[in-house]
Structure formats: structure tokens, C-alpha cells
């Protein structure tokens, strides 16, 4: 084939050493083990220490994975994108520092804020750059330091989230495979149901709102729960539709890792036994833009080349959407 379509041709990831078990929050915060793992999944996450350490910590230390494991020379990087909804400061984009500090000397750099929707939304950027033949290496990385913003005495949200960071390389390619098709969604509805209320443009940190614990994430869990299931599945089911993909066709899908049940449901819809799901909430919880190339980094060896995989993902605004991507390798 003569187009170029854009691949995946490396993957990379990072999670931190210390691991907040659920006996460990059992300790901080009014929940039990049961509890959590029968409604999420959940057994533990990753949790960053450490002065000074932020998002682009982990954001380098898995570009620095995929650099090794693939012998990628940092300077033929074109283009460095950083799906992160926990910068490392505002105004400074963390993919600008990342790709400084990796030696991607000659490339460009900036953020993408989709909260967990983030790397999905990346990897429509990244192979669209890749497809329009202007650039032969962008580094998508997802990466997300959740710690810094929960509030762990909020048993809600402190169960949930975990860090963590994965990166992927996207590459042109000329046999059809890579990316296929794509079918992303969003709807400010969203907007009051999972967020932080201080720290933005319409209410500016003070010492009021510190004190207030406005900081750290608020999240709806039952409106969010209701409107993941169905989103997630509804994309999930569409792309399929669309591309006459029977559930013998897909290899494997992707799914954000918040919720497992949110996961089943998915997979429900589209008809896919528990073999072709990819699963790792349970070791990791939702790292938000950072769940969906961890699970390609975890995951990487069962990949065979011309796999049908589908990504789906769901995250605060609301954002959500699917993309259908052909494994190159």
C-alpha cells in the first residue's frame, strides 16, 4: 500500500516502588478490602514518594523504557506529546521539560488535558501528525501523578486512583496497519460531576480554598459510573459497527482501568470473552492517562502483528471515545 498510515512501533512503561495495598488504606481511611475490590477491582496502587517528584518524573522514566527497549535515537523525535491531567506546574507544559530531559532535542512539545480520555486523544493527534506525512517519530506518553491531588481521607476517591506512566512511539507505516478509525465524543455536561473546584481560572487558590480541601478531586461516583457505562460501551459497539468487526475479528480490547465492572460492561457489549480483555486495575488502579499504555506495556508480548485492538476510554469533562488500531509488530 502507498498510504501511510500510522503505527504504534514501541511501547514503554513506569510505575512507582511504593504500593498502597487496600489493608494499608484499611488503616487511613473508613473502607475494608471486600468493599473495594468487589466494587472496582481495585487491590493496590502505585504511589509516588519522594521531594520534588512530579508527572514528569515518571513521564521521562517511561520514555527512557521505551528508548532502551527499541534503541531509539532521542534526537530523531519529532514531535513529544504528554496526555497528563496532573501537570508538574501550570503554565509550563510537562511534555516541553519531558522531552528535554530524554534528549529529544530537535522535537516540539506540549500537553493534552483530557483527563482520562487524555492518551486516547493522543493517539488521535499523534497518528494524525504521523498520517499527514510531516513527521516520521512522535513520542505519546501518559502519564499522571493522582496522589498529588486525592484527598485520603475521602474514602470516594482515595480507593480509586494510583501514578503511573506509559509512552508509545508512533511511526509511518506502509502495509495498512497502525491506526484504522476513531469515533471520540465529548459533552460539558460532565463538567460538575468530576472535578477540582479551586486552582483555575474562575477560583483561584487562596487560603481559603486550601483550607476548604478544594484542591483535590471531587467525583460524583454514581453519575460518573452511570454515564462511563454506557459511553465506554456505546463507542465501544459503534467502532465495531462501523468497521464490520465481528468480536472473532478483535485480538484484545483496551479499556481504561477505572472500574472493572465498567470494563465487563464494555466487554459485554461487544460481545468479547475474558481472554481478548486486558486487565491490570487490580495491581495499579486508575492512573488515568497512564492506564492505557500500561496496559500495552504490560501486556506487550501477547501482541501479534496485524491484531485488531480496540481502545476505548472515559474520562471527566465528560470525554470518552474508541479507536480501532492494527499492532504492527
Not at 57 to 73: D, H, P, R, V, Y
Not at 309 to 322: E, M, N, P, R
Request: charged share 20%; with cysteine; aromatic share 10%.
Amino acid at each position: 500500500m502507498s498510504s501511510i498510515t500510522a503505527a504504534i512501533t514501541a511501547v514503554g512503561g513506569y510505575v512507582p516502588d511504593f504500593i498502597l495495598t487496600n489493608q494499608l488504606l484499611e488503616t487511613m481511611v473508613d473502607t475494608n478490602d471486600e468493599w473495594i475490590t468487589t466494587r472496582t477491582g481495585i487491590k493496590e496502587r502505585r504511589i509516588l514518594k519522594g521531594e520534588g517528584l512530579g508527572t514528569s518524573f515518571m513521564a521521562i522514566k517511561a520514555a527512557e523504557n521505551l528508548i532502551e527497549k527499541s534503541g531509539l535515537n532521542p534526537e530523531d523525535i519529532d514531535c513529544v506529546l504528554v496526555a497528563t491531567t496532573t501537570p508538574d506546574l501550570p503554565v509550563a507544559a510537562t511534555a516541553v521539560y519531558v522531552a528535554s530531559q530524554i534528549g529529544a532535542v530537535n522535537a516540539f512539545a506540549y500537553d493534552i488535558q483530557a483527563a482520562c480520555s487524555g492518551f486516547l486523544y493522543g493517539m488521535s493527534t499523534a497518528s494524525s501528525y504521523v498520517q499527514s506525512g510531516r513527521y516520521k517519530k512522535v513520542l505519546l506518553i501518559g502519564a499522571d501523578k493522582m496522589s498529588s491531588i486525592i484527598d485520603y481521607t475521602d474514602r470516594a476517591t482515595c480507593i480509586i486512583f494510583g501514578d503511573g506512566a506509559g509512552a508509545v512511539l508512533f511511526e509511518p507505516n506502509h502495509e495498512g496497519l497502525g491506526f484504522q478509525d476513531e469515533f471520540l465524543r465529548s459533552d460539558g455536561i460532565g463538567r460538575e460531576f468530576l472535578k477540582i473546584d479551586a486552582g483555575g481560572s474562575i477560583l483561584p487558590a487562596s487560603a481559603e480554598t486550601v483550607a476548604n480541601k478544594q484542591h483535590f478531586v471531587f467525583q460524583d461516583g454514581k453519575t460518573v459510573y452511570k454515564y462511563a457505562v454506557s459511553g465506554m460501551a456505546d463507542v465501544s459497539e459503534k467502532i465495531m459497527q462501523r468497521n464490520k468487526l465481528t468480536k472473532d475479528d478483535v485480538a484484545f480490547l483496551i479499556a481504561h482501568q477505572a472500574n472493572k465492572r465498567i470494563i465487563d460492561a464494555t466487554a459485554s457489549r461487544m460481545g468479547l470473552d475474558d481472554e481478548k480483555v486486558l486487565v491490570n486495575i487490580h495491581r495499579y488502579g486508575n492512573t488515568t492517562s497512564g492506564t492505557l499504555p500500561l496496559l500495552l506495556s504490560d501486556f506487550e508480548s501477547k501482541f501479534k502483528k496485524g491484531d485488531n485492538l480496540i481502545f476505548a476510554a472515559f474520562g471527566g469533562g465528560f470525554t470518552w471515545g474508541s479507536i480501532y488500531l492494527k499492532w504492527a509488530y
